[in-house]
């Protein structure tokens, strides 16, 4: 059971605009942004957002992220079948002095 | 081009020990904090350990502390995780990843694919 808490899965159809939601606490989303990284499975991990709501140079527009109290969401706006991956988000905790990440979201494009 | 090549990894009897390596090349080792990241079977990604890049600062998940020593030979561009008392929940594929700058514990610009490692007997 992680302590950031996604939906283990989502889903949406080609165009559409999904969003993965990610839960903590104070010590953690709280008081620290986020990041998203993106899992092919089989391939390495990739960094999608940081600073909660920041691209890196590559990442499309589609991908954007926000972060309101303890809450964090990651929107996915023009749904490409490309995108089908595993999602996670992580961050900072303050009280365990580490580094945590949700338990991941499996995104279906159907 | 960055890249990171995890190597150690192997089968190992629980109660074992194992060294795992990460090459990198491509950019100022010593300027970026690393990690490992793992995820065993079926599961998510789980972050186990973070030095910074100068080795002054390191970072455990409880569910390791004590069991795992995370190193670096910023000389050799070289990042190593010693892992005693093997157990089987540690069975993984283990990831080196990157850190944007030498503070940076969790963001990661770029990740290895991984060593894997089977704890059994």
């Known amino acids: 059971q992680s302590v950031l808490t996604q939906p283990p899965s989502a889903s949406g159809t080609p165009g559409q605009r999904v969003t993965i939601s990610c839960s903590g606490s104070?010590?953690?989303?709280?008081?620290?942004?986020i990041n998203w990284y993106q899992h092919l499975p089989g391939t390495a991990p990739k960094l999608l957002i940081h600073s909660t709501n920041e691209r890196p140079p590559g990442v499309p527009d589609r991908f954007s992220g926000s972060k309101s109290g303890t809450a964090a969401s990651l929107a996915i706006s023009g749904l490409q079948s490309e995108d089908e991956a595993d999602y996670y988000c992580?961050?900072?905790?303050?009280?365990?002095?580490?580094?945590?990440f949700g338990g991941g979201t499996k995104l279906t494009v159907l | 081009e960055v890249q990171l090549l995890e190597s150690g990894g192997g089968l190992v009897q629980p109660g074992g020990s194992l060294r795992l390596s990460c090459a990198a090349s491509g950019f100022t080792f010593s300027s970026s904090a690393m990690s490992w990241v793992r995820q065993s079977p079926g599961k998510g990604l789980e972050w186990v350990s973070t030095?910074?890049?100068?080795?002054?600062?390191?970072f455990y998940a409880d569910s390791v502390k004590g069991r795992l020593t995370i190193s670096r030979d910023n000389s050799k561009n070289t990042l190593y995780l010693q892992i005693n008392s093997l157990r089987a929940e540690d069975t993984a594929l283990y990831h080196c990843?990157?850190?944007?700058?030498?503070?940076?514990?969790?963001?990661?610009?770029?990740w290895g694919q991984g060593t894997l490692v089977t704890v059994s007997s």
């Open positions: 990843a990157k850190g944007v700058h030498s503070s940076s514990w969790y963001t990661y610009d770029s």
């Open positions: 030095i910074s890049g100068s080795a002054i600062r390191t």
């Open positions: 104070r010590s953690n989303i709280g008081g620290n942004t």
């Open positions: 992580a961050t900072w905790d303050d009280s365990l002095k580490g580094v945590l």
